[in-house]
């Protein structure tokens, strides 16, 4: 069996909050979104290294992965959504926001 690899370090986030971004490319790594609206956006995920808690996506929206993001989203399309562990999904609240922590 082979040992574990090194962790890389993950990068301190920079709180984001009570925002709205309209029709922009929000790159998400490194940063802790709060509140936040986005709205007609490209969502940019390279590391995976982000929260979103409680913010709302409207319009077409789209994420674009690249990087270890991009090799973990190819894998998760071979699952079955009925299999999926629920701490794998997004939280989505009442009011609509959606937390990914």
Not at 5 to 27: D, G, R, W, Y
Not at 63 to 81: E, P, Y
């Amino acid at each position: 069996m082979l040992p574990p690899p090194p962790l890389l370090p993950l990068i301190p986030l920079t709180l984001i909050e009570n925002l709205v971004f309209n029709e922009k490319s929000i790159k998400l790594d490194g940063y802790r979104f709060r509140n936040c609206a986005f709205v007609n956006c490209t969502l940019e995920v390279r590391r995976g290294n982000f929260r979103l808690e409680e913010c709302f996506f409207q319009g077409n929206w789209w994420c674009s992965f690249d990087g270890d993001a991009q090799r973990i989203a190819k894998l998760f399309t071979i699952l079955d959504s009925a299999t999926i562990v629920p701490g794998l999904k997004a939280v989505l609240h009442e009011n609509g926001g959606v937390s990914i922590t």
